[in-house]
């Protein structure tokens, strides 16, 4: 593969956002063109190799490599799979939509963006990379500017302490994984951090079973596992819009990915030894996600802990390290990006306007903007599982998987899509079509043409999926079956 | 080790020595007969002839291969001398920068004049091969620090510094005196590479041998500013003039290092296991103490301070990962090359704000985005490498700290590393919040950054991002440096 | 016309969806354009089932007009379609409702295109349940068609919409997902959702689940009496069979006219139909097994659905539970040949089952037609309480006939359909479980009784004084829409061959 697309998406945004801090502050309207084309190419990019995926040959396509710190064996390399290249698809419609939705910001939009791209940088980084350093050096780059966009442009009431949480959490999960992928290094003998070349590295059950936790669960803090999701609502909840969407949309879905291409792929034996407990783990965030979910009165905590359910299946997907299974988390890490996206966007308009998210204050917003509350609707059929819906195609295979290793979850971890369906319901009910509360009777207006095409954009990608799997599916099987012989399964 | 015969080539070894005592002349000089007008630019002088020093070391300076002590033995001029010298030079021309124009001392031949043979000093420790050598050095180092700590002669706080700074270093120093002296006494010897064999003919007792050291680490804890000889520091960084303070927690500091890890590798290489144990336990200390105590810090040089004392702790991890050779001492001096480039930048944004404002104290930062989003950026990248985010220089030199310590075995050690870095993440993040949220006031009061001042800024910061995302030739230089103290 | 034959049954299931999208691209206030939109949309359908009925070729085995392709290759599901005479049924039924239901929509004034969307939607969801030969394509239909009548009856609804609406959502999905893991268990231990294949391998299957590398030690035997009960759950909620029937009076009740004919003219089907499609073929040792329990929980549907519908004061609620006492009859049908399909009494079993299907039929014609009646008095008077009407025979002479004739179809009236069917059912069911059928006689009686009294209580005795001079009487719109209902009504009471030789050849291949 001559051009280098990967690079060239990696580091569209940091660029853009460099030459916008570059720009003076008050040229608000160039800044923000000048974000919304650079999202346009990386997401262009993103779609054009997306596309072109199944032409290329080999486990990993695209692939680049340049010596980085030859001493260390440490490379830039770089290159995707089928499970890593939905999730760059992903980031690149994620960060489109974020600028379309974020392009109202007045305070200080010169920084917002510079700040966003820093983050798109370093999660694009991640999900393309194929040597161990490459993948902290962008994992942490794409933790602080989180700390600084929740804090400065987040929900005032609450900002500082969950930035502040988010980033601690964040930090602690992957300084540790750090340290398990130091141990590798030096276990391997190898004097490489090369992912592909540590895969073949051999390393002993019992080495693979003392460093599987710390590796999975330092990614994993950022997936949203439990005990550890405790940052993610409130960093959700506190998040301005974009950031939300890109925090629950893609910034979880870094530490599931981390977490399987760290912990799972590079220490297969640890994960059969230690599956049964990110299964019990993962079952809990199902069903204890939906469940908290179901008891709040906040709007976006609503969607905060849906994130943090959902998030479960894809860590009830891995924990299964069978084909089906893992098949459907590599879905559901796209699908539940996509329509966690679209939540949090939805949210957004809704606070914008009425300026409380407290749900039983909220009613009628369905009459004012019927296109919002539509593209809830998909959102929300997605997250239940609804058939015709992204959202079915990937649990469907997660589940059977899950009946292969542990039917018990299986059963319990169902009860967690009747819990979503119910409070899925209830904010239909009550935020869209209950009754419109006086104070905003006449008093709000519609969405923006941007925030239509984002919304469009979003519902017709899930459905679109949800109809033919295929669009998806078989690319992501072939990442799956890298994995598979990995891992040894079938 | 064998002393060389004398050649003239070898002053070469000396080279920045000579240069900065010439450079001492010149300024004071241009004090003594130079206009008014001239004495304001001492500053961008003593800068330029410490850059025109660095750049000659390269052009000529370079260690040769051969093994041996120069000049009687005194001196050893090796990789790793030459890297500390190119990073205190480094260190010295930012503090010369940042001091420029600065009142009072700004337009004071004395003051640059100072500060000059303190480089020299420094430069004198970490060649030094000699116990006469190395005391020496420290002494002609520390004494001229003294007097700029307290250079504000009007001002309380830096008279307190001065006297502190006096008190505490001349105690350690008589202490470690005391352990020079019985390395002396047993072995006969003050060649630092003759010491050990010395020694170890004595056949001494490994509790005596272990004394001794302990003594030596005493004073060069001092210098390290490690816990539980570090608590001069805070009131001393508060105390002195800004760019002192910066210039004594990045390049005495660096200094310190140096000759702890020549000492130790040079003389006790038979009760390495002792010594890393007492190291490791300062480490540990050193760095949770620093993190805990700069959570409750209000003043931002006082909470640097407290920082600086954490980075010790760091890098006393790279030490003590020692074995297997070399990445532990190489990771060590990354470390440090990293932490003074991203310290000096922090440095000068607090030079320039206080410049500004006036004042310390974090709570006035409030609002410094919209002030100056530029020193606004430069204090979030310098706080940010020092929490070891990357693509910042903290973050390349910590992975090694923390590589060097798994691969010695030490996971327990880069554990605690691990959890420290959490706790410094918090308060950096702190300042930020202040500086990137909070409203103040003023916020339409622009903050002046004169040439000299930002010429030193873009530099550390340039340095903090190369060294962070081009890292690999660093990594090879430290790594080649250090082979030679092995 | 090559084109049309092959692709059949796609055809037939796209046309409303792409309707959909066609109303979807349409401007919001063309109200009117949007109404004769989706009325073509699902005229077209039915003339395409009216093909497809024509061209189906009864005598022949197995299922027709079959199309495959690939759909979900991860895990083995397919896009799979085909028809054999019960669906066949069902499919013409779906479609004749359907433009019955649309034009009896427009009185629907808010909304207009999103309810249309909606309703379109609704069909394609039903109709892909009726052709679905993979298991999971099954199931996506089965979902499908939930979301669009939550809406319906959420957004259109009347009064207690929230509540009903809600309730028939969880009741359902509840139900649903019991089904949902019972197809995983089955797609796992199969290796393929193709009902066709699943239908020769999950009955025989006899080794534990371990051989086949699954870590669920129970006996074969349990996992699938596990399965079974999980599909029975399922469907009896759907049906809906006592004691799971609740929320169909609510949903009914609340639901807009046009709602409420869908759900009880098809929706209520594809329980049924699920029964018939999946437990029996699939779990014929355990469908004998419980037969009795499924016969019991029929006849009390029988008996209490008629009592509760006896009870009620509101018009719409009395034929709602007269839905639930109608579809006993279905499941008496079904459970009496669960029982006794292999046996001795194998004819009786195949007449009470071909009963049954043909009650399903029925049962959509009729349930429909008198929703819609109920629709329409509630349209002019805008109550539904028995006691506020009276004596609107005169007021009202066609609605009056039309009212007569449809109720009597539904009371079984013989010469009517609802006679045939239920003849049928108590006929086969007769000599398998006596007693049952005797006290679905009982229940027999009281539909009679509330039938009656729903007829007293609206057309005949004193009028009341409210309704003078109002126009009360159907519009021609209104007597299209029903005319065809009533058409076939009368049609299959006088000969019932046309449909009966449809089913009947299918269900002794099936199951004789």
Not at chain 1, 191 to 201: R, V
Not at chain 1, 269 to 274: I, K, L, S, V, Y
Not at chain 2, 249 to 262: C, D, E, I, N, Y
Not at chain 2, 382 to 390: E, I, T
Request: aromatic fraction near 12%.
């Amino acid at each position: 593969m001559d051009f280098p697309v990967l690079s060239i998406i990696t580091f569209t945004p940091i660029v853009a956002g460099m030459v916008i801090l570059c720009l003076p502050a008050h040229r608000k309207r160039e800044i923000r063109i000048l974000a919304l084309v650079a999202a346009t190419i990386a997401l262009l990019l993103s779609a054009w190799a997306y596309f072109t995926f199944g032409q290329a040959q080999g486990d990993y396509r695209f692939e680049e490599q340049y010596a980085w710190i030859p001493a260390l064996g440490i490379s830039y390399h770089v290159g995707v799979n089928g499970i890593s290249m939905p999730l760059v698809l992903l980031t690149g419609i994620v960060i489109f939509t974020g600028v379309l939705i974020s392009w109202n910001i007045d305070d200080r939009p010169r920084e917002f963006f510079a700040f966003l791209f820093v983050l798109a940088t370093g999660v694009f980084g991640v999900f393309v990379a194929l040597d161990l350093f490459h993948l902290f050096f962008f994992y942490e780059i794409a933790v602080f500017p989180m700390f600084l966009l929740i804090a400065i442009w987040g929900w005032k009431v609450t900002r500082e302490y969950a930035a502040m949480k988010l980033t601690l959490y964040l930090f602690i999960g992957s300084v540790i994984a750090l340290v398990g992928a130091l141990a590798m290094y030096f276990m391997s003998g190898l004097n490489t951090f090369d992912l592909l070349a540590l895969e073949q590295a051999g390393f002993s059950t019992a080495f693979q079973r003392f460093w599987f936790p710390f590796v999975f669960f330092g990614f994993a803090v950022l997936g949203g596992i439990f005990p550890f999701h405790n940052w993610s609502p409130d960093g959700h909840v506190a998040a301005p819009t974009a950031v939300s969407m890109f925090h629950a949309g893609v910034l979880m879905k870094l530490g599931a990915f981390a977490a399987l291409r760290v912990g799972i792929m590079l220490l297969p034996e640890g994960a059969q030894f230690w599956s049964p407990l990110i299964i019990i783990l993962a079952t809990i965030n199902v069903v204890y996600g939906a469940s908290i979910a179901m008891v709040q009165s906040d709007f976006k905590y609503v969607i905060g802990f849906s994130s943090v359910s959902h998030m479960g299946l894809v860590m009830l997907g891995f924990a299964t390290l069978n084909k089906d299974g893992l098949t459907g988390a590599g879905l559901q890490m796209f699908s539940h990006g996509v329509m966690t996206a679209l939540f949090f966007a939805v949210v957004g308009m809704v606070y914008d306007r009425a300026h409380t998210r407290e749900i039983p204050k909220l009613g009628g917003f369905a009459k004012v903007m019927p296109l919002v509350a539509v593209g809830f609707i998909v959102g929300g059929l997605v997250s239940m599982g609804m058939p015709g819906f992204s959202g079915f195609v990937a649990e469907f295979p997660i589940f059977m998987g899950l009946w292969q290793k542990q039917p018990v979850a299986a059963l319990i971890a169902v009860v967690g899509i009747v819990i979503t369906a119910a409070y899925v319901m209830r904010i239909v009910r009550q935020v869209f079509f209950g009754k419109m509360p006086e104070a905003f009777e006449g008093k709000v207006g519609g969405v923006t043409t941007f925030d239509k095409i984002a919304l469009v954009l979003l519902s017709g990608i899930m459905i679109s999926i949800g109809v033919m799997p295929s669009l998806m599916a078989p690319m992501v099987e072939t990442g799956t079956e890298i994995i598979l012989r990995l891992v040894g399964g079938v | 080790m064998p002393i060389l015969e004398f050649t003239p080539s070898m002053l070469l070894a000396i080279l920045s020595e000579m240069g900065l005592l010439v450079l001492a002349g010149i300024i004071l000089l241009v004090d003594a007969i130079g206009r008014q007008g001239s004495r304001r630019n001492l500053g961008w002088l003593t800068a330029s002839g410490l850059a025109a020093i660095l750049i000659a070391m390269f052009i000529w300076g370079k260690p040769e291969a051969s093994e041996g002590l120069v000049l009687g033995g005194m001196l050893r001029h090796d990789w790793p001398a030459f890297t500390f010298k190119i990073l205190l030079l480094f260190a010295a021309a930012v503090t010369a920068l940042l001091s420029t124009g600065m009142k009072p001392f700004g337009d004071r031949g004395e003051f640059f004049a100072l500060l000059v043979v303190t480089v020299m000093g420094m430069n004198l420790m970490v060649s030094a091969a000699d116990l006469i050598m190395l005391y020496l050095a420290i002494e002609t180092t520390s004494i001229p620090l003294y007097v700029l700590a307290g250079f504000l002669k009007g001002d309380d706080k830096s008279t307190e510094s001065g006297l502190k700074y006096f008190l505490f270093g001349a105690i350690a120093s008589a202490v470690m005196l005391y352990g020079f002296s019985l390395i002396y006494g047993f072995s006969g010897e003050t060649n630092l590479y003759a010491l050990a064999a010395g020694v170890q003919a004595q056949q001494l007792s490994p509790w005596l041998m272990g004394g001794m050291a302990l003594l030596v680490i005493v004073g060069f804890g001092f210098k390290i500013s490690a816990a539980p000889f570090h608590f001069w520091a805070p009131d001393v960084y508060e105390g002195a003039p800004t760019p002192i303070t910066a210039y004594i927690s990045t390049a005495s500091k660096a200094a310190g290092f140096a000759v702890l890890v020549r000492v130790m590798l040079a003389v006790f290489p038979a009760i390495q296991a002792y010594w890393a144990a007492i190291l490791t336990a300062m480490a540990v200390v050193t760095m949770t103490l620093g993190n805990l105590l700069a959570l409750a810090q209000k003043n931002i040089k006082r909470l640097l301070a407290y920082s600086s004392i954490a980075h010790a702790g760091y890098i006393l991890i790279g030490v003590v990962a020692v074995n297997p050779p070399p990445l532990g001492t190489a990771s060590m001096l990354l470390y440090l090359i990293a932490y003074v480039v991203t310290n000096l930048a922090a440095f000068a944004v607090v030079v320039l704000f206080a410049r500004s404002t006036g004042s310390d104290e974090i709570e006035d930062y409030a609002g410094l985005s919209r002030r100056s989003p530029g020193l606004a950026l430069s204090l979030l990248v310098a706080l940010l490498s020092l929490a070891g985010m990357p693509p910042f220089a903290g973050f390349i030199a910590k992975v090694y700290i923390f590589a060097a310590a798994v691969q010695s075995g030490l996971i327990w050690l880069a554990f605690v590393g691990v959890i420290n870095a959490i706790i410094g993440l918090y308060y950096y993040l702190t300042i930020l919040k202040v500086v990137y949220l909070y409203r103040s006031d003023d916020e339409d009061r622009r903050i002046a950054i004169p040439g000299a001042h930002a010429v030193a800024l873009v530099g550390c910061i340039a340095a903090v991002l190369i060294i962070g995302i081009i890292s690999g030739p660093w990594l090879d230089w430290t790594l080649q440096a250090v082979s030679s103290w092995f | 016309m090559n084109f049309i034959l092959d692709n059949l049954l796609s055809l037939i299931l796209w046309i409303p969806a792409l309707t959909a999208i066609v109303i979807l691209l349409l401007p919001r206030t063309k109200v009117k354009l949007i109404r004769w939109v989706a009325f073509l949309g699902s005229l077209l359908p039915l003339a395409l089932s009216l093909v497809l009925w024509f061209q189906y070729d009864a005598a022949q085995a197995g299922f027709q007009f079959m199309q495959r392709m690939v759909w979900y290759e991860a895990v083995n599901a397919s896009y799979f379609l085909g028809v054999d005479g019960i669906s066949v049924t069902m499919v013409l039924l779906t479609t004749l409702l359907t433009p019955a239901a649309v034009l009896i929509s427009w009185s629907i004034k808010e909304n207009v295109r999103s309810y249309m969307v909606l309703f379109m939607l609704l069909e394609t969801g039903m109709l892909g349940v009726f052709m679905a030969l993979d298991l999971m394509l099954f199931f996506v239909f089965w979902e499908v068609g939930l979301v669009p009548m939550y809406f319906l009856i959420n957004q259109w609804g009347s009064g207690n919409r929230d509540y009903a609406s809600i309730k028939f959502l969880i009741y359902t999905m509840a139900g649903s997902l019991g089904l949902l893991l019972a197809i995983q268990l089955i797609g796992v231990a199969s290796g393929t959702f193709d009902l066709l294949q699943i239908m020769e391998q999950w009955p025989a299957l006899s080794e534990p689940l371990t051989l086949l590398g699954l870590p669920i030690s129970l006996s074969i035997e349990t996992v699938k009496v596990i399965a079974f009960w999980a599909f029975v759950i399922a469907f009896a909620i759907k049906v809906p069979v006592w004691p799971f029937h609740t929320w169909l009076p609510d949903a009914h009740t609340e639901a807009p006219t046009a709602g409420s004919m869908i759900l009880a003219g098809v929706l209520l089907k594809l329980g049924a139909y699920g029964f018939l499609r999946l437990v029996l073929p699939l779990y014929p040792e355990q469908a004998q097994t419980y037969a009795g329990v499924l016969g019991l929980l029929a006849v009390l549907a029988i008996i209490m659905g008629a009592l509760s519908s006896w009870g009620q004061k509101d018009f719409k609620r009395l034929v709602a539970y007269s839905s639930v006492n109608h579809m006993g009859f279905v499941i008496l049908g079904i459970a009496a040949y669960a029982y006794a399909g292999t046996t001795l009494a194998a004819d009786d079993a195949v007449i009470a089952l071909n009963g049954a299907v043909l009650q399903m039929f029925n049962h959509g014609l009729s349930a429909a037609g008198m929703f819609l009646l109920v629709g329409v008095i509630y349209e002019r008077t805008h109550t539904r309480d028995l006691d506020a009407f009276g004596g609107l025979f005169p007021l009202a002479p066609v609605y009056g006939g039309i009212l007569l004739f449809t109720s009597m179809a539904s009371l079984g009236l013989p010469g009517l359909n609802g006679f045939v069917s239920e003849f049928m059912v108590v006929r086969g069911a007769w000599p398998i479980f006596t007693l049952y059928t005797a006290l679905a006689m009982i229940g027999l009686l009281i539909t009679g009784a509330y039938i009656v009294k729903a007829i007293r209580l609206v057309l005949h005795g004193p009028m009341n004084e409210r309704w003078q001079g109002q126009h009360l009487e159907i519009n021609r719109r209104e007597v299209f829409s029903i005319a065809p209902l009533m058409v076939l009504m009368l049609w299959i009471g006088v000969w019932p061959a046309w449909i009966v030789k449809v089913i009947n050849q299918t269900v002794l291949r099936w199951f004789g």
